[in-house]
């Protein structure tokens, strides 16, 4: 009667955990933070895109407590 041979048991895989993100998942998020930002900063920008004097007034007031 012959022995059993044992086989290896194949390696653990070595390093963290491998994900890959497309391009646009970092990008996509922090573009739209940035021009969210820049409207606050600059709301008379605002009032062009929104067309509402009230959205405008509400950014300025905004801004004016953050300067304080």
Not at 7 to 15: K, L, S, V, Y
Not at 28 to 33: D, E, K, Q
């Amino acid at each position: 009667m012959s022995a059993q041979s044992h086989t290896r048991p194949h390696p653990a895989p070595t390093g963290g955990v491998d994900i890959r993100l497309p391009w646009w998942a970092l990008a996509l998020p922090t573009l739209a933070f940035i021009v969210l930002l820049a409207l606050m900063l600059n709301p008379s920008d605002a009032q062009a895109a929104t067309g509402d004097p009230a959205i405008t007034h509400l950014f300025e007031r905004a801004q004016q407590l953050m300067a304080r």
